[in-house]
Structure formats: structure tokens, C-alpha cells
């Protein structure tokens, strides 16, 4: 705020008498000099005036006439998706032992074709529960999980980074006899003992199982699927989210359950591992199942892996779901309506697939995992030698139902078909 200023007034004295002649005459000679100057200077001052009120407060300009306006700009149009693909990620899946070393990873991915896939599926953990790239995580190290000749993660990454793929991180969940050997309150028990759970008899190679209602199994997944975050994974996808299969299922104890039922533990679970993706800006996660697993009654109801309602768990989760026509042989009775021979058919058995699961896509992120190699174990008066033409019918196929990702799947990892 700026100084207050004050006008400071003069006291005059008043003499006794009236003017003199001489002072009338100089008044009115003043007079008539300001009457003139004032006649002459009154246009150019007013217009002095005005125009600083102008330069205040200007007028609003008139509007431009329509035909003076631009054209609108026009909306760039993204450039045309590759026939036969998805439009966001189209991903392969590459063996963990193809990222040993930054050499050999460079030179598998030059294997890859360069369009269109742009998204890999990397395994860090498998089902036996060995963690397949160097991590320091406390339990890995004490469980003795961490897998001979492990691969650099962060170094793996980053590569592929620099290749332009999307690195999704596959981890098994409780499916896992490694990390039971430390993890005491965190696998699965006989019920009225302390000795722990397996899924057949020792002798016969019965494995041990992680407890999904034990807060420390449920924090191990969390902090390797944590680690791989930090290291540069931009998803996860997340297998063996269940419970045992095997043997004396009635005989396992889960402890306090906390009056969750099986499917709402198991979702429950995803949702915390999606919270984690989240956090760390990461593309999604991913719950992986067979088609069978979600269109087959669970033989054990209630005791079989998802509590006898798999669609319960899957529910309001992103899906990867293997959809390939391997696993229905020479066209085995099932509940779904497939081809005579699956396998020949890649494109109408991908299809029937996925409209007969009746997924709820408008709810969920489904990835169809799709076949892109030729079944080895199956007779070829059933089979076919699968190329570039049947793996385009399944992307075609998988398009067309609704999914906006695929998954290519080899078990070699060299992806032939391809080539």
C-alpha cells in the first residue's frame, strides 16, 4: 500500500479596503489569456483524455466474421495396428535361461521378430518355488530358493527396455516346496500336528504347499513380486494362486481362516498384488489359469484348489488364460462345444473357447494365451504343423471375441512358427 498523502492548506490574511484599478485591470487581462488558451487547447485535451480512458478500458472488439476463422485442426490418427494383432500388448513368452547374460539375451531377442511383438512374459519363479533371478530376499536366501545360475533382473530389464518391450513377471504363488523349509508359519499342516502337509507320500515325492490364509506366505510372494517391481518388471502375473491339489486334502489344516471362504482369499490376494502393481505405475496384473480350470467342475468341490468356484476368484481380476488347442487333444468330450479335431481348427477351437468360458470382458482384462508351436505328443492324423497361417487365425479369433492382448506361448522359446 503506498503512502497517504495530505493536502496542506494556507492560511491567507484578508487586507481592509477594496482592490485597486491597476489590480482589477491584471485580473482580466489573466482572464482573457485562460479564456482563449482554454478554447484552443480544449479539443486536443479532450481527446487526450479520452483516448487514456480508452487505453483503461477498451472496448470489446467486434467479432470476426466466420469466414475469417481457421479451419479446426484435425485429429491425428494413430497409425494402423498390424493385421492380425492386438492393439495394446502382443507378448511372447522367453525362458528365464534366455536372460542368463546381457549377450545372450540380445541374441535370443534378435531370434524374436521385431513386429509385432512388443511385450515378453518372463518367469522368475517356478512351481517348485526356486526363484530363478537374484534376489535378496531374506527368505530366498535362507530357503535356499535361489535358482543356480540365476539371472540379473535389473540388468535384464533394462535391456529389453531398450529393445522396446513391455516386461511382464510371472511368479507361482503357493505352489511352492522350496519356501516351506523356512517359512514355519507359512505353509500348510496335517490337521491336529505340527508336522507339515504334503500332497502325496513322502516316498512317492509328495511336495509341501504354502498356506494362502498365512500372513507370511501371502507377505513372501508380496515382497519377491515387490523386488521385481524395483528392478524394472512393468507387470506381474501371478500362477499357482490356489490351493493344494493331491492327497488327503481333508487332512490338510489351513488354521484361522478368519471366516473367509477360499475364493475370497485368493481374491483377496490378487487384489493386494494388483494395490502393489499400482503403486509402482506398473501396466497390470495378471491372474493365469487353463481354460479348463474355469469351465470344468473342480473335482473335490469345496477342498479343490479354488473352493469349488474358480469364476469367483477370477472374478473382477485381469486373466491370462491359456486358450491354446493343445491341451484338448484329439477333441476330448468336455463341457464346451469345440471342433471335431482341435488341434486343426486353431482358429474356431480358440474361439469356441472363449465364448463358452462366457467371460465377463467388460470387467476384466483377458489375455488369451494362444499356441505357436506344433504339439509334439500329439498323432498327426489329429494334429497339424502349426505356422504363421494358425497362429494368425488364433490372434484373428481372439480379436474378434473382445481380448485386446495376446500371449504367444512356446515351450522351446524359439517361436519358429514365427519365422
Not at 17 to 42: K, N
Request: net charge negative; proline share 6%.
Amino acid at each position: 500500500m503506498g503512502k497517504e498523502f495530505k493536502v496542506m492548506r494556507k492560511k491567507h490574511s484578508r487586507r481592509a479596503g477594496g482592490p485597486a484599478v491597476g489590480q482589477v485591470i491584471a485580473v482580466l487581462l489573466v482572464v482573457g489569456v485562460l479564456f482563449a488558451a482554454g478554447w484552443f487547447l480544449y479539443e486536443p485535451a479532450y481527446n487526450w483524455i479520452m483516448n487514456l480512458a480508452q487505453t483503461e478500458e477498451p472496448e470489446p472488439a467486434p467479432p470476426e466474421s466466420s469466414a475469417a476463422e481457421p479451419a479446426p485442426e484435425q485429429p491425428q490418427q494413430p497409425e494402423p495396428v498390424p493385421e492380425n494383432w492386438s492393439e495394446e500388448l502382443r507378448a511372447v513368452w522367453i525362458p528365464a535361461s534366455a536372460a542368463a547374460n546381457s549377450t545372450m539375451l540380445e541374441s535370443y531377442l534378435a531370434t524374436l521378430p521385431a513386429d509385432p511383438v512388443d511385450t515378453v512374459v518372463l518367469e522368475l519363479k517356478n512351481a517348485r518355488g526356486r526363484v530363478l533371478y537374484q534376489s535378496s530376499v531374506e527368505a530366498v536366501g535362507l530357503a535356499g530358493a535361489q535358482n543356480e545360475g540365476a539371472f540379473d533382473l535389473a540388468a535384464a530389464t533394462q535391456l529389453l527396455h531398450q529393445k522396446g518391450y513391455t516386461v511382464l513377471a510371472k511368479l507361482h504363488a503357493f505352489e511352492d516346496s522350496t519356501a516351506t523349509a523356512v517359512l514355519e508359519e507359512g505353509k500348510v499342516f496335517y490337521a491336529g500336528t505340527g508336522f507339515g502337509w504334503l500332497d502325496n507320500s513322502a516316498s512317492a515325492g509328495g511336495k509341501a504347499w504354502l498356506n494362502p490364509y498365512a500372513q507370511q506366505a501371502q507377505d513372501y510372494i508380496a515382497e519377491l513380486a515387490a523386488e521385481a517391481l524395483s528392478l524394472g518388471v512393468d507387470g506381474i502375473v501371478l500362477d499357482g494362486v490356489q490351493f493344494p491339489t493331491g492327497y488327503s486334502l481333508e487332512l490338510a489344516d489351513y488354521g484361522d481362516t478368519k471366516g473367509l471362504s477360499r475364493p475370497q482369499v485368493l481374491s483377496g490376494f490378487v487384489s493386494r498384488i494388483e494395490e502393489l502393481v499400482e503403486r509402482h505405475e506398473g501396466v497390470g496384473c495378471w491372474l493365469y489359469m487353463d481354460a479348463a480350470e474355469l469351465y470344468a467342475p473342480e473335482e473335490m468341490g469345496e477342498l479343490g484348489p479354488y473352493g469349488g468356484q474358480a469364476r469367483q476368484v477370477v472374478k473382477d481380476h485381469n486373466l491370462m488364460v491359456n486358450v491354446m488347442p493343445s491341451q484338448f487333444g484329439i477333441g476330448e468330450e468336455t463341457a464346451l462345444t469345440l471342433p471335431a479335431n482341435p488341434l486343426q481348427n486353431p482358429g474356431e477351437t480358440v474361439s469356441a473357447v472363449l465364448r463358452g468360458l462366457d467371460l465377463p470382458q467388460d470387467s476384466a482384462m483377458v489375455m488369451p494365451v494362444l499356441q505357436a508351436y506344433t504339439a509334439a505328443d500329439i498323432a498327426m492324423e489329429f494334429n497339424l504343423a502349426y505356422g504363421e497361417e494358425e497362429i494368425a487365425q488364433q490372434v484373428d479369433a481372439a480379436l474378434d471375441w473382445g481380448a485386446r492382448h495376446v500371449v504367444l506361448y512356446d515351450p522351446s522359446g524359439a517361436y519358429t512358427a514365427l519365422k
